[in-house]
Antibody, heavy 121, light 107 residues
Framework: QVQLQESGPGLVKPSETLSLTCAVS?????????WGWIRQPPGKGLEWIGT???????YYSPSLKSRVTFSVDTSKNQFSLKLTSVTAADTAVYYC??????????????WGQGTLVTVSS | EIVMTQSPATLSVSPGERATLSCRAS??????LAWYQQKPGQAPRLLIY???TRATGIPARFSGSGSGTEFTLTISSLQSEDFAVYCC?????????FGQGTKVEIK
């Protein structure tokens, strides 16, 4: 059974960098699937942040592309998100997820529980 | 970018009744549409992909239909555990996009 778990600070100051990690168990992230980050601001819908594959292919949301960076650590079977210059608008529950069907643009079949990140001074 | 619009925002249904939820895409997404269920404090759960294929372990009372720009999720007989928020997602074009969700509440 594939399991994902997000971790990182729950509080980030405005203008600083938000950093989150997604630990994957039950499947090797070096194998054939893509992995993604999605966020959900309080009371709003889901927003795709981006998708990564083995660290050599990344796809970012056009609205976040200038501030977001993904990375993969295959030795720890985890992948990470960095979002720079955060504002209150970046306050959200952040989810990591697996992209289904071994293709970069598909649905998300396994999700982490999500972690709330609040941007506030 | 494709915009996904769901209606209604809230649907009040009695247990045992049928619920019909709609999702509209601003341009054709073929059959590249998924539905998720989300409960408070929980991760989204994949219900349907390919517009009509149930994901592993999803009960048969959940069904999806449609193609192009108009899609429907039907829950044939609502169970207590089905009261939740449902959202759709297109994956035909970059960037993938989600609808705002329909809350199914107890009438």
């Amino acid at each position: 059974q594939v399991q994902l778990q997000e971790s990182g600070p729950g509080l980030v100051k405005p203008s600083e960098t938000l950093s989150l990690t997604c630990a994957v168990s039950g499947y090797s992230i070096s194998s054939y699937y893509y992995w993604g980050w999605i966020r959900q601001p309080p009371g709003k819908g889901l927003e795709w942040i981006g998708t990564i594959y083995h660290g050599d292919s990344t796809y970012y949301s056009p609205s976040l592309k200038s501030r977001v960076t993904f990375s993969v650590d295959t030795s720890k079977n985890q992948f990470s998100l960095k979002l720079t210059s955060v504002t209150a608008a970046d306050t959200a529950v952040y989810y990591c997820a697996r992209v289904g069907q071994q293709y970069q643009l598909r649905f998300f079949d396994y999700w982490g529980q999500g972690t709330l990140v609040t941007v506030s001074s | 970018e494709i915009v996904m619009t769901q209606s209604p925002a809230t649907l009040s249904v009695s247990p045992g009744e049928r619920a019909t939820l709609s999702c509209r895409a601003s341009q054709s997404v073929s059959s590249n549409l998924a539905w998720y269920q989300q409960k408070p404090g929980q991760a989204p759960r994949l219900l349907i992909y390919g517009a009509s294929t149930r994901a592993t372990g999803i009960p048969a009372r959940f069904s999806g239909s449609g193609s192009g720009t108009e899609f429907t999720l039907t829950i044939s007989s609502l169970q207590s555990e089905d009261f939740a928020v449902y959202c759709c997602q297109q994956y035909n074009n970059w960037p993938p996009a989600f609808g705002q969700g329909t809350k199914v509440e107890i009438k």
